[in-house]
C-alpha cells in the first residue's frame, strides 16, 4: 500500500456507471468543516470510480465572503498533497458559488498527485488529500484574501482497471414504452450499453411523458422483461410494473446481477451567445452519446459569438476553455469564441479534451418542419462516419426531406418510400404531426423517421 497525502477535490459519490474505462476506484473519508466552510453536503465514505469519467462527481459549494464592502469576489479551489498548501495547485476559479468536478476531471488530478495505479501491484494505492477555498476581491487593493476550512480525504484507489474508450458495446437491453417508442411500434428499443463496471449497464435517452420497462433483443417474447411494481428502484416481473416518466433527458443505469436501477437527468449542451443568448433564447444544443469512442457530440449551426458547455440546462458547473488548449475547465474567463458556420463539437468527458471542427450538419427542411427553409432546418448529429441522428423533431402535417448546412446541395428524400434515401427530383416524404426521432445511414443510404406517439 502507498500513502500519500494529497488534495481532495473529489468529494462525490458513485452516483452511477458511465461508459468509459477507468484506472481505480478511490474511497474518500472527510472532516467537518470549520470556519468559511464548504456547505455542500458530504459522506464519510465516497468511492470514486473512474468508469463513471462523464458524469458530474460534486458540486462544491459556499457562502459569500464579507469584506466588508462590496465588491467583485473571486474563488479559487486550491488543491494540497503536502496537506499544507505549500505545494499548492489551483483547481479551479470562479466568481460564483460553487465549483463542478467530473470524475474524470478528479481523476486526472488524483493521478499528477502521485496515486499511481500499477495493475502487477497486489495492494491498492491509498492515502490523504486535501482541499480548500480561496476567496479574493478583484477591486480592493492590498493582497486581501481569506480563506475557508480544508477538508481532508483519505484516498483508496483500487487497482483493476484502464482509462480510455475502447471495449464498450451494445448490451442485449433496451428501453422500451409509451415514454420511448410507443411499446415497440415506432421503432427499436433505446440501446443500453456495457460499461467497465461488471454486471453494469447504461443508455442515454430522450423520453417523453408516458411510461417505460426494459426488455431484452426488442421481443416480448423472451418473458424477461423488466419494470418496478414498487417504485423501490429495483427491477422486477410482477404483471403491473410499468415505470412512470416525464418528458426530458434521461441517462439510466442497471445493475444486471442485483436489478437495482437509477434514472436521472442528464444533459451536456451548448450555450452562449454564439447559440441560445446564453440561455435566453432556447434550450441548448444537445449532445448525443458515442459508444464507439465514449464522447458526447452535436452537431450545430452557430453564429459569430462566444460558447460554452453546461449540463442540464442549469449554471454551475459549466464548462469553457480558458487557455485554449483544447482542454476543458472551469476558469473565470474561459468562453469559447467560434465564427459562424456549421461544426461537430465532440467532447470526451474522460480527461475534459474537446474538438470543435468545421463539419456538414445535415437537418430536416419541408412544409413539415420550417416551411422549406423560412428557418434554420432540425440539426441532426454526426454521431459515427456516415451515421445522422436526432431526436425529438417536433414536425406538423405535410412534406420533409434531409440536407446539408441549409443549402440546396445533395439533398435527399425517397421517391419509392422504400426507407433508402435517393436524390430522384420527386423525393418528398410525407409526415404527420407528432415527434420524430430520426436516423440518416449515409453507408447504405438507409434511414429511419420514427414517430413517438
Known amino acids: 500500500m502507498k500513502k500519500l497525502s494529497i488534495l481532495g477535490l473529489f468529494i462525490f459519490a458513485l452516483i452511477s456507471f458511465n461508459s468509459c474505462e477507468t484506472e481505480d476506484d478511490v474511497v474518500f473519508t472527510t ?8 456547505t455542500n453536503s458530504t459522506l464519510d465514505n465516497y468511492i470514486l470510480a473512474t468508469e463513471t469519467s462523464g458524469n458530474l462527481g460534486e458540486r462544491f459549494t459556499w457562502e459569500n465572503v464579507d469584506f466588508g464592502t462590496p465588491t467583485n469576489t473571486t474563488y479559487e479551489l486550491q488543491s494540497s498533497v503536502s496537506g499544507d498548501f505549500t505545494d499548492m495547485n489551483v483547481v479551479s476559479t470562479t466568481p460564483s458559488n460553487e465549483i463542478a468536478m467530473t470524475i474524470g476531471q478528479m481523476m ?13 501491484s497486489p495492494a491498492p494505492n491509498a492515502g490523504a488529500f486535501s482541499v480548500r477555498l480561496r ?22 484507489l483500487l487497482e483493476g482497471s484502464s482509462t480510455g474508450g475502447g471495449g464498450i458495446t451494445p448490451a442485449s437491453w433496451g428501453v422500451v414504452g409509451s415514454g420511448y417508442n410507443d411499446w415497440g411500434g415506432a421503432g427499436p428499443d433505446g440501446t443500453f ?8 449497464i447504461v443508455t442515454y435517452v430522450t423520453l417523453v411523458d408516458g411510461q417505460i420497462k426494459f426488455r431484452e433483443n426488442d421481443d416480448w417474447g423472451s418473458g424477461t422483461e423488466l419494470g418496478d411494481a414498487n417504485n423501490d428502484g429495483v427491477l422486477d416481473q410482477d404483471p403491473d410494473n410499468n415505470i412512470n416518466v416525464t418528458s426530458g433527458n434521461y441517462k439510466i443505469t442497471i445493475n444486471t446481477s442485483t436489478n437495482a436501477y437509477t434514472i436521472e437527468e442528464f444533459s451536456w449542451g451548448i450555450v452562449g451567445s454564439a447559440w441560445n443568448d446564453w440561455g435566453n433564447a432556447g434550450p441548448d444544443a444537445k449532445t448525443y452519446y458515442d459508444y464507439t469512442t465514449d464522447t458526447f457530440k452535436v452537431g450545430v449551426k452557430l453564429i459569430d459569438g462566444d460558447m460554452k458547455l453546461r449540463f442540464n440546462n442549469s449554471w454551475g458547473g459549466d464548462y469553457g476553455d480558458g487557455n485554449g488548449d483544447g482542454i476543458l475547465d472551469q476558469d473565470a474567463e474561459n468562453d469559447i469564441a467560434v465564427t459562424a458556420g456549421h461544426y461537430l463539437l465532440t467532447v470526451n468527458f474522460n480527461d475534459l479534451s474537446y474538438s470543435l471542427e468545421a463539419a456538414d450538419v445535415y437537418g430536416v427542411v419541408g412544409s413539415g418542419y420550417n416551411d422549406w427553409g423560412a428557418t ?9 462516419e456516415n451515421v445522422y441522428v436526432g431526436d ?11 440536407r446539408p448546412n441549409n443549402t ?7 421517391a419509392g418510400l422504400d426507407g433508402f434515401l435517393d436524390q430522384d427530383p420527386d423525393n418528398n416524404i410525407d409526415v404527420t404531426t407528432g415527434n420524430y426521432r430520426i436516423r440518416l445511414d449515409f453507408n447504405d443510404n438507409s434511414y429511419l423517421l420514427n414517430k413517438i406517439n
Request: hydrophobic letters at 35%; glycine letters at 10%; aromatic letters at 12%.
Open 108 to 120: 486526472t488530478v488524483a493521478m499528477e498527485a502521485g496515486l499511481d495505479n500499477d495493475p502487477d
Open 193 to 200: 450499453y456495457s460499461t467497465m463496471t461488471p454486471d453494469e
Open 31 to 38: 472532516q467537518e468543516p470549520v470556519g468559511f466552510e464548504f
Open 135 to 156: 476567496a479574493y476581491p478583484g477591486d480592493i487593493g492590498g493582497g486581501t484574501e481569506a480563506f475557508s476550512n480544508v477538508l481532508l480525504l483519505n484516498v483508496e
Open 376 to 384: 434554420d432546418d432540425f440539426a441532426l448529429t454526426e454521431i459515427q
Open 392 to 402: 425529438l423533431a417536433p414536425l406538423i402535417d405535410g412534406q420533409i426531406k434531409f
Open 408 to 414: 440546396w446541395t445533395n439533398d435527399y428524400g425517397d
